[in-house]
């Protein structure tokens, strides 16, 4: 980072007036005014060039999710390959099952295979990338989902624990609603350092803002940002953020709160050594044999988690490895497949019609396997009705049973259609009404969050009042107490124990 030094003492020096040798100063009030401009630009070029090595210390002291920066914790470990791809979790191809893999529809197996071949058919396909690789890019797009975080922890200087309470004083002087989530998580982080109660306070003012869900999430999300900050210096304490990350995203996920959900599954792809417990009550086979057998049960628990919220993408990971289990589940496959299709994912639609056609499923008519195969040739042209044309080719598709009954389960695919892409679109739109109460609980209630605040900070002035003259009045009796007992007890112990004791009412007799 080159420093940018400031124009101003440069165009100060330029400016001067030259005087030559032989013509001295005409007075000494203008060569005291030369000194003056010299000595002020020499004294602001020395503050820019400081300033601008600040601003490169901190940068370097805050570095972000990229590659070659930040290295993964000691506990991550090698996943199955199937999590080897760039983007996300689950695959992008799902291995021979894949619609158009068996001759249904072979020009957009063709124009697919040719776009993950580079764009061109018989391009060579580009290398996988490194677990290292894949897992930043995961992290990054994590941390991208509410970039004002990232803002408001660089905004405040975030690189020492030592000095961390300080920086949420100061981003809470310029962003108060950003700076409640992460004040929360340093003071989890740091709660020995702080008063009693304070790291609760802070994570009761953030539920309140945000909701219990959205709370845990930014939060989490602070703590993988305090990782980043403290690996470099302090691998302790960032190692801790790290595993109170996975805390936090376990508490968000279980009421239900997808981004937490996908936060936690992440992060046990990646690894820790937080214990985990399959909840009582989870209905669905973790593997232990085959691939993904070695996952673990809560890598499997957010994915079917996540799948049960509608999002096809990890439904048909679920699928694919029901499929390739020993023995291969194949009702588990149909149950993800179907919430796959609920979810949007076309492509499942076709995978169930390969499987009700190889008699995987039972369909003794042929039905659901027709139903299944006009639902997939609709969904991607966005049409409401199957051409003359293309009842034909599906009839041809279908096979000697399957086929016969596209014709009479038409008008049942159509509506079908027609209903999960309505199921589909809504659901983007209850994500974005839930992002809009947010910004408008945030709006709301920020107010009485900063009333909050100046309680609490009353009450630990008054708290450390009140043991500052607790300490003082403990000091003071100790102290009284220890000079009487050095008085009684400066005398010999045989003159204390035989000398005789005078009455105080008569004092000449004893």
């Not at 893999?101 to 060579?124: D, L, V, Y």
């Not at 995961?138 to 030592?162: C, I, K, N, Y």
């Amino acid at each position: 980072m080159a420093a940018r030094t400031p124009l101003f003492p440069l165009c100060a020096l330029v400016l001067i007036p030259s005087s030559s040798p032989s013509r001295p100063p005409s007075s000494d009030a203008e060569a005291a005014l030369y000194l003056f401009i010299i000595i002020a630009g020499g004294l602001a070029l020395l503050a820019g060039l400081v300033c601008a090595a600040k601003r490169h210390q901190i940068s370097m002291e805050n570095p972000t999710f990229s590659k070659g920066t930040v290295k993964l914790p000691p506990f991550a470990r090698s996943p199955h390959d199937a999590l080897f791809v760039r983007g996300d979790g689950p695959e992008r191809a799902q291995g021979g099952h894949a619609a158009g893999s068996n001759g249904i529809f072979p020009g957009a197996a063709r124009e697919s295979r040719a776009k993950t071949q580079g764009g061109r058919p018989g391009a060579a396909a580009t290398p996988p990338p490194s677990r290292e690789e894949v897992w930043r890019e995961q992290l990054e797009a994590l941390l991208q989902t509410r970039p004002d975080l990232a803002f408001a922890v660089s905004l405040g200087e975030v690189h020492d624990p030592a000095h961390a309470v300080e920086a949420c004083h100061r981003i809470r002087r310029q962003l108060p609603s950003l700076s409640i989530p992460i004040t929360a998580a340093v003071c989890r982080l740091l709660s020995q350092e702080l008063p009693d109660g304070e790291a609760d306070f802070w994570q009761t003012q953030t539920f309140f803002l945000l909701g219990e869900g959205e709370g845990c999430y930014r939060i989490g999300l602070s703590d993988l940002l305090l990782y980043i900050r403290f690996l470099q210096t302090h691998e302790d304490v960032a190692l801790n953020a790290w595993r109170q990350a996975v805390e936090h995203f376990r508490r968000g996920g279980s009421v239900g709160h997808v981004d937490c959900m996908e936060g936690a599954r992440l992060l046990a792809v990646i690894g820790h050594d937080v214990p985990f417990a399959l909840p009582v009550g989870w209905q669905h086979a973790i593997p232990t044999e085959g691939p993904g057998g070695d996952l673990g049960p809560e890598v499997f628990y957010w994915y079917g988690r996540l799948a049960e919220t509608g999002d096809s993408r990890y439904a048909r990971f679920m699928a694919r490895h029901c499929r390739e289990a020993t023995p291969a589940d194949w009702a588990g496959a149909a149950y993800w497949l179907r919430k796959a299709l609920e979810g949007g994912d076309f492509l499942a639609a076709g995978e169930l019609f390969q499987l009700y056609r190889e008699e995987k499923l039972p369909d003794e008519t042929g039905r659901e396997g027709a139903i299944c195969l006009i639902v997939f040739t609709l969904w991607p042209q966005w049409a409401d009705e199957l051409s003359d044309e293309d009842v034909a080719r599906l009839e041809a598709a279908g096979g000697e049973r399957i086929g016969p009954q596209v014709a009479a389960c038409q008008a049942e695919g159509e509506a079908l259609c027609r209903q999960l892409r309505t199921a589909a679109n809504g659901r983007a739109t209850a994500r974005q009404r839930e992002r809009d109460e947010i910004a408008a609980r945030i709006d709301a209630r920020m107010d009485e969050i900063l009333v909050n605040i100046q309680a609490r900070r009353r009450f630990l002035a008054a708290e450390d009042l009140r043991a500052q003259l607790a300490e003082a009045a403990t000091r003071a009796k100790t102290s009284g107490r220890l000079r009487r007992n050095r008085l009684r007890d400066s005398r010999p112990a045989s003159s204390r124990e035989y000398r005789p004791r005078r009455s105080f009412a008569r004092p000449d007799k004893h």
